[in-house]
């Protein structure tokens, strides 16, 4: 039997954000699957440096999938390399999803879970909406077993090369519950 790619309604904790899954973003099929051991004990934030995207999933959905395009059809990987967009209108995009290893930070990815705000933040924050939905899915993820609960959230810069998650998102983790600044590049 197939494990299930979404988990029902009746069993996602009511601290869970709405979670926009692939079909509604006309996703791509994943080329290959790998899972996670679960819970995994860590949590990467990163943005895509594209344009930013609010309330309008008309809007939003060719962002999403140009990303997944650049990572699948540029960077040949087997899909979009985070588990979970947030945009600016405070919507979560389903990228892989839970419980799959994605291709976000090398060195990390299979005990991690990649989080990307969709836009540049560098010189901006993302809305106070995007931040409380990914502040939301953390949470639900603690709820579901996905992240251990004492996990270890990074901003991609202390992890690899980059400039990611931009200045301004990056100065704001500083003060999240489970940022740890010791691992640096």
């Not at 039997?1 to 979404?6: G, L, V």
């Not at 060719?62 to 395009?69: K, N």
């Not at 836009?119 to 996905?146: I, M, T």
Request: glycine share 8%.
């Amino acid at each position: 039997m197939m494990e299930s790619d979404s988990v029902s309604s009746a069993e996602t904790p009511s601290v869970c954000p709405n979670i926009l899954k692939r079909a509604q973003w006309n996703a791509a099929k994943s080329t290959n699957v790998t899972y996670q051991i679960r819970p995994v004990p860590f949590v990467v934030i990163h943005h895509t440096v594209t344009a930013e995207c609010n309330d309008a999933m008309v809007a939003c959905k060719p962002i999403i999938r140009s990303i997944q395009d650049l990572h699948q059809k540029t960077n040949r990987w087997s899909d979009i390399g985070y588990n979970f967009l947030v945009t600016n209108g405070g919507n979560v995009y389903e990228g892989i999803g839970w419980h799959r290893v994605g291709a976000h930070t090398r060195g990390y990815n299979s005990k991690s879970i990649g989080i990307a705000f969709v836009g540049n933040f560098d010189r901006v924050l993302p809305s106070a909406k995007a931040v409380l939905a990914a502040q939301k899915l953390l949470e639900c993820g603690v709820q579901l077993g996905e992240l251990q609960p004492d996990y270890y959230l990074y901003g991609a810069r202390q992890l690899s090369s980059t400039n990611s998650p931009g200045d301004t998102l990056y100065d704001l983790l500083l003060d999240w519950e489970h940022y740890d600044s010791s691992p640096v590049v």
